[in-house]
């Protein structure tokens, strides 16, 4: 993958551009996005990497994590994505972020059935300020009675100190929400110290006050608790801007939403989520339109740059769950006029 960028060096990350293998046919017949596909055929680098699920991450969450500086390349057996003291400095919490082991609590709702649990996609909760605060003031005395001080950060997005707990191994919201529930928990020392918190939480929160409000609004009941991204006081190293998700962590590490314009005067790399959410609850319709205006309002006058050469090297970061594709273009690549623009490298994924 492509990290070292030069002075006129461009990396855009574009998560879960790759369609799943199963519907890539036909999503790519459907697909009208010339300048990727001018992209793709002409390019001086192209290689897939297959990612491993084990760091119970997303590929493009452990890209953003190893882009800031603070976790190993997602290839590495140890990548993950150590992010909550970047997210709480997003949020205003520098001091506290400065001391001490944290992980991200978000509230959640889990779908319960008779064969398995589901932890619903966070973005759907619609958490306002007055819900959330509500709902921590609840939950921070438990955490404060064994010595696990809680923070609020934003709707939907808490801070819990444990340095204890600094081994647990944890998993992403966006990687769990589409699994069943049980193979993403927690594991290692201390997984059985957080559940017991996770079970105290439910039990104040389950006929909430806050919940029946919820309910009646025809939204879902907050009514579990998820944990993952722990991190100690390191500092991100590295500058990613960021665009879209929708969800609140990623809001936190993005100061400013960056535009095309502003990556040109300011080479480096920036993340484009807003594919994320589409593609996580299967809306293939709104995924084409939106990879579609990735291509005409980014993709576009980042190929005139390139030819222009006001853009030394263009990398593409193209991701799905399961893996990667990177691609490197340059305008001397550019000049490959036989090979003709295809999209059938989003494919191959292998």
């Known amino acids: 993958m492509f990290y ?5 060096e461009i990396t855009l990350a574009i998560p879960f551009a790759l369609p799943p293998p ?56 140890d990548t993950g994505a150590p992010l909550a003291t970047a997210v709480m400095r997003g949020c205003g919490l520098q001091a506290e972020a400065a001391e001490g082991h944290w992980f991200m609590l978000q509230p959640a709702h889990v779908q319960i059935s008779r064969t398995h649990m589901l932890l619903s996609d966070l973005r759907g909760l619609q958490l306002n300020e007055a819900d959330s605060r509500g709902l921590y003031q609840v939950a921070r005395p438990l955490c404060e009675e064994i010595g696990k001080p809680l923070l609020h950060g934003a709707p939907g997005l808490w801070f819990l100190r444990a340095d204890d707990w600094a081994g647990l191994s944890t998993a992403s919201p966006d990687a769990t929400s589409t699994q069943s529930m049980s193979d993403w928990l927690p594991e290692g020392p201390h997984a059985r110290d957080f559940r017991k918190l996770q079970n105290e939480i439910q039990m104040l929160w389950h006929e909430h006050p806050i919940n029946e409000a919820r309910q009646a609004r025809g939204l879902q009941p907050i009514n579990s608790c998820w944990l993952w991204g722990g991190a100690g006081p390191s500092a991100a190293t590295g500058r990613v801007a960021i665009e879209g998700g929708g969800a609140p962590w ?14 040109l005067a300011q080479p480096g790399a920036a993340l484009l989520g807003e594919l994320i959410a589409p593609a996580q609850v299967g809306d293939w319709a709104d995924w ?38 990177s691609v490197s273009g340059t305008a001397m690549s550019q000049r490959k006029f036989w090979r003709k623009p295809t999209l059938n490298p989003l494919l191959k994924q292998s």
Request: proline content about 5%.
């Open 288 to 325: 084409l339109a939106r990879m579609q205006r990735i291509d005409q309002e980014w993709l576009t006058p980042l190929l005139a740059g390139l030819k222009a050469g006001r853009v030394a090297r263009l990398n593409l970061v193209l991701s799905h769950r399961n893996g990667w594709a």
């Open 250 to 263: 990623l809001d936190a590490l993005s100061a400013a939403a960056p535009d095309v314009a502003s990556l």
């Open 22 to 77: 199963e519907l890539g046919q036909d999503l790519i017949r459907a697909l009208k996005t010339p300048i990727l596909a001018a992209l793709l055929a002409r390019h001086s680098q192209l290689q897939y990497q297959v990612f491993d699920n084990d760091s119970r991450v997303l590929p493009h969450e452990a890209w953003l994590a190893h882009a800031l500086g603070l976790a190993s390349a997602p290839e590495q057996p």
């Open 4 to 8: 070292n960028l030069g002075m006129t």
